[in-house]
């Protein structure tokens, strides 16, 4: 057998050994794991409850967001640089439009850059708050954005859903709000966040 080869590829029974090692480490860790532990926490569904959120008006004041009023909260969750999230404004506004007498509105941001720029884009019509550092458990529970939470005056989820207003989404929150919603609005990319570089 050629050594120098050997050389390269270092001790045989040292890769044997390490190979192993790595095998009963992968074995022991599946073994004693509770899987139930590493799965996602699952995205907000009815009857899930929703403490106050501590958030910042666009004026960078806290806010802190509680449910207890006359009536339900529609909470509009999204990300300045989601394509899907402004593609929904015209249907945010007609559902605004309609509903606003019988739901309080509130836009809520996960991400602080970029807030206000897209709310004047998109244009939208009812109060956006960011959320603030320390809600990881409603961040978590969120996932994907954009989602759209109806909320109950006692904090409890009545209704949630997933991803932009087409398709069966847009069936369904029409059944649920009683309204017509628009077909999805052609958005612009969000501009590129640019640093300051150095001449």
């Not at 106050?52 to 009023?69: D, I, R």
């Not at 836009?107 to 884009?121: C, N």
């Amino acid at each position: 057998m050629n050594t120098a080869r050997l050389d390269r590829l270092g001790d045989p029974a040292l890769l044997l050994l390490l190979g192993a090692s790595l095998a009963l480490n992968v074995y022991f860790f599946w073994k004693g794991a509770n899987h139930q532990d590493l799965a996602p926490a699952p995205q907000f569904a009815r009857g899930d409850s929703i403490a106050g959120l501590t958030t910042q008006n666009l004026n960078g004041e806290e806010v802190t967001l509680g449910f207890a009023l006359d009536r339900p909260t529609v909470l509009y969750v999204f990300r300045p640089t989601c394509i899907w999230c402004a593609r929904n404004a015209g249907s945010l506004d007609a559902l605004h439009a309609n509903a606003k007498n019988a739901y309080r509105f509130v836009g809520i941001s996960l991400d602080e850059d970029g807030v206000p720029a897209f709310v004047e884009r998109t244009r939208i019509p009812f109060p956006v708050l960011v959320l603030s550092a320390g809600n990881n458990a409603f961040r978590i529970r969120v996932g994907g954005v954009p989602q759209t939470l109806v909320v109950s005056t006692n904090g409890k989820v009545l209704e949630a859903w997933s991803g932009a207003y087409g398709g069966e989404t847009r069936n369904e929150m029409e059944a649920y709000f009683d309204t017509e919603l628009p077909a999805l609005t052609t958005a612009e990319p969000p501009p590129a966040v640019s640093a300051d570089l150095p001449s």
